[in-house]
Nanobody
Framework: VQLQASGGGLVQAGGSLRLSCAAS????????MGWFRQAPGKEREFVAA????????YYADSVKGRFTISRDNTKNTVYLQMNSLKPEDTAVYSC?????????????????WGQGTQVTVSS
């Protein structure tokens, strides 16, 4: 199983980025997907999750209303649209797959993890 995140970069506060996570080696449409992030010196934290069908989503309070998670099962890809970015959003963002299919915020519920992509928001 491979999960490859991309789309990170440097952006000014108030700007936008769209992250992508391409999955291979699994039946993507059967997995719920999540995005997590980890800032330097901090623990990994949940950002957003989406059900296998895309019909259910869940967000951390810190990103609700600014970030949107979506997926395209025909492309085995999950996305994270990030708008109104703040310096505190700076972190390495990673995607993860949950074979249980449930939309959860607990990292230990996820079975597969990808390498992250760096997002840096300047003030």
């Amino acid at each position: 199983v491979q999960l490859q995140a991309s789309g990170g970069g440097l952006v000014q506060a108030g700007g936008s980025l769209r992250l992508s996570c391409a999955a291979s080696g699994l039946t993507f449409s059967r997995y719920a997907m999540g995005w997590f992030r980890q800032a330097p010196g901090k623990e990994r934290e949940f950002v957003a999750a989406i059900s296998w069908s895309g019909g259910g989503t869940y967000y951390a309070d810190s990103v609700k209303g600014r970030f949107t998670i979506s997926r395209d099962n025909t492309k085995n890809t999950v996305y994270l649209q990030m708008n109104s970015l703040k310096p505190e959003d700076t972190a390495v963002y990673s995607c993860a797959a949950n074979r249980d299919g449930s939309v959860v915020d607990r990292s230990h519920e996820y079975d597969f993890w990808g390498q992250g992509t760096q997002v840096t928001v300047s003030s």
